[in-house]
Nanobody
């Protein structure tokens, strides 16, 4: 079992920055892929960024150059540094862990943290 707890969401002005954190606990494997998704009201959940154990990253086109995902494996924590935030970034941001357990794919989610970009 895995527990994911997000933090760092806040109200921020356009052009501002936030750093989200996701602390993972429980049955965490070093090879697990971790990422951030977001969901705005009335929209589907979308991938924002992911990071592998080796540090390979992938970003949604809408956040490339503005967001940076990183992980601290010793702390089982993943971060999302968000710069030059735009109103379109307003959403609930969810931490995700994806991996394999006993030959089966597993997918865990945090409860989400609200990011609101507004003047």
């Amino acid at each position: 079992q895995v527990q994911l707890v997000e933090s760092g969401g806040d109200l921020v002005q356009p052009g501002g920055s936030l750093r989200l954190s996701c602390a993972a606990s429980g049955n965490i494997f070093s090879l697990d892929v971790m990422g951030w998704y977001r969901q705005a009201p009335g929209k589907q959940r979308e991938l924002v960024a992911l990071i592998t154990n080796t540090g390979f990253t992938n970003y949604a086109d809408s956040v490339k150059g503005r967001f940076t995902i990183s992980r601290d494996n010793a702390k089982n924590t993943v971060y999302l540094q968000m710069n030059r935030l735009e109103p379109e970034d307003t959403a609930v941001y969810y931490c995700n862990l994806n991996g394999m357990r006993w030959g089966k794919a597993v997918d865990y989610w945090g409860q989400g943290t609200q990011v609101t970009v507004s003047s």
